[in-house]
């Protein structure tokens, strides 16, 4: 049964950049355990709610509420640590560490050992490490990409590397993740590997709020679709509602 008390809200949430208003006073929420979309065209202020959310910009005006306590303001560690993580639209991998490393190093942000406790190989840490690589492995048989874990992550396919990202922040153990046009650059065949793992990931217990342009897989695996158009909210609720309302039908979706 979906909690009734919302997972994520935005209240009148405002972003200028000068005299751009990239986000005005956009107030919506997100439920647990769904997998929620937001669309609109270019420029429409989906990506600036997701920085301003995740704490990369601040805010304007108006505050974020995560698990129902306010975030507004707070660096983007410390939004992480809540259990609210990311992805962006360009690939922020490390190119030259294999495939478990690069999950094992964004676990290591959370871990207790300090440089010293690591330098002098101290029991307790020798321990976190076994562990730390035992769960990053766990995450790469999630995404089903074990058999990569020792290459460079840059000798990847793209689509792969996509993945990769996907998993890091899956490793963060996150209660809402965030992602950022995950099918970019994606071809059929793995834009269909995407929509199944996210949909795995949501009937894991993790929510998936995102921000995508394609609208096949937009309809296709989201619960629920949020439409912006100019910083403002156009119109919410389920695919079908979203897909026969006559304003994102002439606007975004073509008349058909």
Do not use: C
Request: charged share 25%; proline share 4%.
């Amino acid at each position: 049964m979906m909690d009734a008390v919302p997972l994520l809200r935005t209240e009148n949430l405002s972003r200028h950049f000068g005299g751009v208003k990239a986000l005005s006073e956009l107030t919506f929420t997100v439920r647990k355990g769904l997998i929620q979309a937001v669309i609109g065209p270019n420029g429409a202020g989906k990506t600036t709610l997701f920085n301003v959310i995740s704490g990369v910009f601040p805010q304007t005006s108006g505050k974020v509420f995560f698990q129902e306590q306010e975030i507004t303001g707070l660096p983007t560690h410390a939004i992480a640590r809540r259990g609210l993580t990311r992805t962006f639209q360009n690939l922020r991998l490390f190119s030259e560490m294999t495939v478990l490393e690069n999950i094992m190093v964004g676990m290591h942000l959370q871990s207790r050992g300090g440089f010293l406790a690591s330098a002098f190989r101290l029991p307790w840490v020798l321990r976190e490490e076994k562990r730390i690589r035992e769960e990053s492995l766990g995450w790469l048989d999630f995404v089903e990409m074990t058999q990569y874990a020792n290459i460079p992550a840059a000798s990847l396919p793209f689509g792969k590397q996509r993945i990769l990202e996907l998993a890091r922040g899956l490793a963060l153990k996150p209660s809402l993740l965030m992602l950022d046009e995950p099918a970019a650059g994606l071809n059929i065949r793995e834009t269909e590997e995407l929509a199944a793992l996210i949909l795995r990931i949501r009937d894991n217990g993790i929510t998936v709020l995102l921000v995508e342009h394609d609208m096949d897989l937009v309809m296709g695996i989201s619960d629920h679709v949020t439409v912006v158009d100019q910083g403002k909210k156009l119109a919410d609720g389920d695919p079908e509602t979203i897909r026969n309302d006559e304003r994102v039908l002439k606007a975004y979706l073509g008349e058909e």
